[in-house]
């Protein structure tokens, strides 16, 4: 099909809220996506992030096919043979206790938000809890997800949202230390920001988040919808700083491709929060997406994907600090693993950049404050880190004021 016609033909029945590039997607193989002409697009992008595995994974793939032969969905009123083990292994490599299954990262932040608040609420005999979440955060477009959102213009038509939260500074702890109060119940944070531009949280932030927390009986929410599940080199995040949270959010590359996330919460929180009646969901954890998210965590398991990102990750590090060297426009690199951002300087507006390596053949993300974000396949080699230089360097060569040497 000619792709131009798809695009109009596409416009003309969806809500037009994306500003969709113009490509037409057809197949992938294994780091690389195909458009409908067949031209290669090499995918340092992942679907944002969930393509773990890339694309044409044998064992992933197959494991979908059979649960989609065997059974595709029951009802969370029954039990279903894979539910054990879907949750088992998503305890084990969280270091959680209980864990809730959801169709999106949204609504995973949704069910830590209602735990934090049922918490207090048992706690305290009362509602009426505050939240505190970041500046420059993304949690998600649902109306709870949003109200813990710092940035002003996702939220802002859709005043009033959820009320009780005050926002602080990332990697600012007197900021966050001037927000707590009497009925302060949970901090919210990425402990990588995504969206906002690709942020680590510095250990000492995290270090000294979980001492207020501890000293004023706050629940540590962390967001590790795109930064868990192996992205950075560890299963989850707060594996690297030994600083475990209250409540864990998970999706992205928790199911591979298939539509889920998950929040988990330690045995504290459990035993004095949700109980029957108080949440639930239709497809949530089914038996289709769980087949998902058990063959990713045992093919991350058995091909050690996370030790594969920690031994790739300077290798990638260094292929974007000569970016760095070599064009003046490109400021800095922030980043853990591979979840990586080149800050590029205003005068070249990182959607153009985006736009471009597309045109070139690479597919490659934006995030906030004009950085332009990578976050390949899991499964990334050497090979393709070196593919994405070739082209990445042409890309930004064509924006001129160009000094290399
Ligand atoms: C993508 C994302 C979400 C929202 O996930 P959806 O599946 O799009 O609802 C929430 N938090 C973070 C950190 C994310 O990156």
């Given at each position: 099909?000619?792709?131009?016609?798809?695009?109009?033909?596409?416009?003309?029945?969806?809500?037009?809220?994306?500003n969709?590039?113009?490509?037409?997607?057809?197949?992938?193989?294994?780091?690389?996506?195909?458009?409908?002409?067949?031209?290669?697009?090499?995918?340092?992008?992942?679907?944002?992030?969930?393509?773990?595995?890339?694309?044409?994974?044998?064992?992933?793939?197959?494991?979908?096919?059979?649960?989609?032969?065997?059974?595709?969905?029951?009802?969370?009123?029954?039990?279903?043979t894979?539910?054990?083990?879907?949750?088992?292994a998503?305890?084990?490599?969280?270091?959680?206790?209980?864990?809730?299954?959801?169709?999106?990262?949204?609504?995973?932040?949704?069910?830590?938000?209602?735990?934090?608040?049922?918490?207090?609420?048992?706690?305290?005999?009362?509602?009426?809890?505050?939240?505190?979440?970041?500046?420059?955060?993304?949690?998600?477009?649902?109306?709870?997800?949003?109200?813990?959102?710092?940035?002003?213009?996702?939220?802002?038509?859709?005043?009033?949202?959820?009320?009780?939260?005050?926002?602080?500074?990332?990697?600012?702890l007197?900021?966050?230390?001037?927000?707590?109060?009497?009925?302060?119940?949970?901090?919210?944070?990425?402990?990588?920001?995504?969206?906002?531009?690709?942020?680590?949280?510095?250990?000492?932030?995290?270090?000294?988040?979980?001492?207020?927390?501890?000293?004023?009986?706050?629940?540590?929410i962390?967001?590790?919808?795109?930064?868990?599940?192996?992205?950075?080199?560890?299963?989850?995040?707060?594996?690297?700083?030994?600083?475990?949270?209250?409540?864990?959010?998970?999706?992205?590359?928790?199911?591979?491709?298939?539509?889920?996330?998950?929040?988990?919460?330690?045995?504290?929180?459990?035993?004095?929060?949700?109980?029957?009646?108080?949440?639930?969901?239709?497809?949530?954890?089914?038996?289709?997406?769980?087949?998902?998210v058990?063959?990713?965590?045992d093919?991350?398991?058995?091909?050690?994907?996370?030790?594969?990102?920690?031994?790739?990750?300077?290798?990638?590090?260094?292929?974007?600090?000569?970016?760095?060297?070599?064009?003046?426009?490109?400021?800095?690199?922030?980043?853990?693993?591979?979840?990586?951002?080149?800050?590029?300087?205003?005068?070249?507006?990182?959607?153009?950049?985006?736009?471009r390596a597309?045109?070139?053949?690479?597919?490659?993300?934006?995030?906030?404050?004009?950085?332009?974000?990578?976050?390949?396949?899991?499964?990334?080699?050497?090979?393709?880190?070196?593919?994405?230089?070739?082209?990445?360097?042409?890309?930004?060569?064509?924006?001129?004021?160009?000094?290399?040497?």
């Amino acid at each position: 099909m000619d792709d131009r016609k798809f695009i109009e033909e596409s416009e003309k029945h969806l809500l037009h809220v994306y500003n969709r590039f113009p490509v037409v997607f057809d197949h992938g193989e294994g780091m690389y996506l195909y458009d409908v002409c067949g031209k290669a697009y090499l995918d340092f992008a992942a679907g944002i992030g969930v393509s773990a595995f890339g694309y044409g994974d044998s064992e992933y793939e197959e494991a979908l096919c059979t649960q989609v032969k065997k059974l595709m969905h029951v009802s969370n009123l029954y039990y279903h043979t894979g539910l054990s083990e879907a949750a088992e292994a998503v305890c084990r490599v969280s270091g959680m206790d209980k864990v809730f299954f959801t169709n999106s990262g949204a609504e995973a932040i949704e069910g830590a938000l209602k735990t934090a608040k049922k918490y207090g609420y048992v706690r305290d005999g009362h509602a009426g809890h505050e939240i505190i979440a970041m500046n420059h955060s993304f949690h998600g477009r649902t109306v709870g997800a949003l109200s813990v959102t710092g940035n002003e213009h996702y939220r802002e038509p859709f005043a009033p949202l959820m009320g009780g939260v005050r926002f602080a500074d990332f990697n600012d702890l007197s900021s966050v230390e001037s927000q707590i109060n009497d009925k302060t119940i949970a901090i919210i944070l990425e402990p990588v920001q995504g969206e906002g531009g690709i942020t680590p949280a510095t250990e000492e932030f995290l270090s000294g988040i979980e001492i207020l927390c501890e000293e004023n009986g706050l629940l540590l929410i962390f967001d590790e919808i795109q930064c868990g599940m192996g992205r950075t080199g560890n299963m989850f995040v707060w594996q690297e700083y030994n600083i475990r949270p209250d409540i864990l959010t998970t999706a992205k590359a928790l199911g591979g491709g298939v539509p889920v996330g998950a929040f988990a919460i330690t045995d504290k929180v459990a035993r004095a929060s949700m109980v029957p009646g108080d949440h639930g969901t239709t497809y949530g954890g089914n038996p289709f997406v769980l087949a998902g998210v058990k063959a990713s965590i045992d093919i991350m398991e058995k091909r050690h994907i996370p030790e594969h990102v920690r031994e790739l990750a300077p290798y990638l590090e260094q292929t974007l600090d000569g970016f760095v060297r070599d064009f003046e426009f490109v400021e800095g690199r922030r980043g853990m693993g591979f979840m990586q951002g080149l800050i590029l300087s205003e005068k070249i507006p990182v959607g153009d950049v985006v736009s471009r390596a597309l045109d070139y053949g690479l597919i490659v993300l934006s995030a906030g404050g004009n950085v332009l974000r990578l976050l390949p396949p899991l499964i990334a080699e050497k090979r393709d880190i070196d593919a994405m230089r070739e082209i990445l360097e042409d890309v930004l060569r064509s924006f001129a004021g160009v000094n290399t040497h």
